[in-house]
């Protein structure tokens, strides 16, 4: 008969003003919310027990201990998680190999129409790309490639994701790009998104988007002062006049869109105005990304770390009163599902093809080193940088080793991460960020639940 415990890798939180509990598995995430007695029931399950004797012993009912097996939270005796997690990552690796872990498609247009004073793409610019434009034969090259792998690897969900740069100057591309995927998908459901600063688009743009399953991203910092602090015009000029009439057109022509800010000493002081700038402009969701930094004269110095937690936690509730979903990769935790698959942080880790118009492929736009090209697409998969980020999940990151978030987090941006470098005090500050937003995020999501 088949036994069970508790396993080691489940923590509670304590929902305050009540008496139940957050419990969530450190490498699966899977929360649920529990009360009292419940957790007390958990915790005196020390020795090995039948799901029978679980359920009479502790009350807990067939479905409910059912469950708790399904998420991870009761361990079969008979397995050992490092010895599961170490199977799994094998298996990843193996896939990996085999370029069967893609699932994602970032079209990198390096060239832009302004110039934000923050933008990563501008150094990429710089050292790489020298703003070279993507042609349909380029791009039709890496779908074809791009598909077969999605297919080869069997996922029936896969991503494509316009990006840059402005990838609004390569419209007439990537419209056609839509166009063939679409012919060519089979049975692959796709999911479309474009990001971009939302002043190239026309009328004639957004009937397109209507008509075909894309999700908009429009870059928006706030107010017009918040914005026009860092996104700029070559000539110095603000864009946020620019911005708004892009999605004044989205909304004459019926077509949601997100909009995604990052905070920076222009607006953390000012969260309610941004949230609420996006909740007039009637944008279905906030991106904010957690990346805060503060301008002097042009030197770069990260924003207080109790600052960003409290920024980013305000605009989460702000959100919610008004609502509006406020998200980021902050938000990206695997909550109150029955998943015991190894997370991974984002498609970077991995999972997507980044491809410039040259025809160089990165792991993601976070890196400036290519890891193949779409001629020799198969070396990608043997490059070691790769394949460290295809094994990049909770229970093979040494700087997270033991600690109760490392599912939900799972290890982070692994291109930040690379930036850091060696420095302990950035890796703790933002270490500390995470946790700190995933205990509130937790008991947030909880207390939502009936």
């Not at 599961?84 to 498609?105: D, Y």
């Not at 697409?377 to 990151?397: H, K, M």
């Not at 987090?409 to 930036?419: K, L, P, R």
């Amino acid at each position: 008969m088949e036994t069970f415990i508790l396993s080691k890798q489940v923590h509670f939180l304590p929902i305050p003003e009540t008496k139940e509990f957050v419990a969530y598995h450190s490498f699966f995430g899977n929360a649920v919310k529990i009360g009292e007695e419940t957790r007390t029931s958990l915790l005196s399950i020390e020795s090995p027990l039948s799901r029978r004797a679980i359920s009479r012993r502790f009350s807990i009912s067939k479905e409910t201990s059912d469950h708790l097996v399904a998420i991870g939270f009761l361990e079969s005796s008979s397995e050992n998680l490092k010895e599961v997690m170490e199977q799994r990552l094998e298996k990843r690796l193996e896939k990996a190999k085999n370029g069967m872990l893609i699932r994602s498609l970032r079209f990198l247009s390096s060239g832009c129409n302004i110039s934000c004073s923050y933008c990563s793409i501008g150094q990429l610019q710089k050292e790489k790309h020298k703003g070279e434009r993507f042609t349909l034969p380029l791009a039709i090259a890496a779908i074809e490639r791009f598909l077969g792998l999605v297919k080869k690897g069997g996922h029936k969900t896969a991503y494509v994701r316009f990006f840059g740069g402005e990838p609004i100057l390569d419209w007439r591309v990537f419209r056609d790009s839509i166009l063939f995927l679409e012919k060519e998908k089979e049975d692959v459901k796709l999911e479309y998104t474009l990001n971009t600063n939302g002043m190239l688009i026309t009328d004639e743009i957004a009937g397109f988007l209507k008509d075909h399953p894309v999700t908009i991203v429009i870059s928006l910092d706030g107010t017009e002062d918040q914005h026009d602090k860092f996104r700029r015009f070559r000539n110095g000029s603000g864009t946020y006049s620019s911005v708004e009439r892009g999605i004044e057109i989205l909304r004459r022509n019926g077509v949601p869109f997100k909009l995604n800010a990052v905070l920076h000493n222009g607006n953390i002081d000012h969260i309610e105005d941004l949230v609420s700038t996006a909740k007039y402009f009637g944008a279905i969701e906030l991106g904010i990304d957690d990346l805060c930094f503060i301008d002097n004269d042009g030197e770069w110095t990260p924003i207080d770390v109790n600052l960003r937690i409290k920024a980013l936690i305000t605009a989460y509730e702000i959100g919610k009163e008004v609502g509006i979903i406020v998200s980021g990769a902050w938000t990206g935790f695997r909550s109150f599902t029955t998943e015991k698959d190894p997370i991974s942080y984002c498609y970077g880790d991995g999972e997507e093809l980044c491809v410039d118009a040259k025809g160089r492929i990165f792991p993601c736009y976070g890196f400036t080193e290519p890891i193949g090209t779409l001629d020799h697409i198969q070396d990608c998969f043997s490059n070691s940088l790769y394949l460290e980020l295809a094994t990049r999940i909770p229970g093979n990151i040494p700087f997270c080793d033991k600690c109760e978030f490392q599912g939900p987090c799972a290890g982070e941006c692994a291109a930040e991460m690379a930036s850091i470098g060696n420095s302990s005090q950035i890796l703790e500050e933002r270490c500390r960020i995470r946790k700190e937003l995933f205990k509130h995020l937790l008991i947030s999501s909880a207390k939502a639940l009936a």
